[in-house]
């Protein structure tokens, strides 16, 4: 797709010599930098994994996990 961009003179001029430099092309510069900036954003979108504990075991026995006023005795002594 073509676009229009009004990007800074500088900035241009740099990318420019960078892309010269790694025998590529300016829109290909631009693209890259591109991927790694919406990459970043939906990385820092992505749920965030739970702790989940691998080992056996669990509650005591006569423990109810789903009375927290058990949970907070339990825990009281």
């Known amino acids: 797709m073509k676009t229009t961009l009004n990007l800074n003179d500088a900035l241009v001029t740099r990318a420019k010599t960078l892309a010269a430099q790694q025998r590529t092309s300016l829109t290909r510069l631009i693209e890259e930098g591109l991927q790694l900036r919406l990459k970043a954003v939906s990385k820092s979108r992505?749920?965030?994994?739970?702790?989940?504990?691998?080992?056996?075991?669990?509650?005591?026995p006569g423990l109810s996990g789903l009375s927290n006023k058990d949970l907070l005795d339990a825990a009281d002594q």
């Open 46 to 60: 992505a749920r965030p994994r739970l702790p989940v504990y691998p080992g056996k075991g669990g509650l005591t």
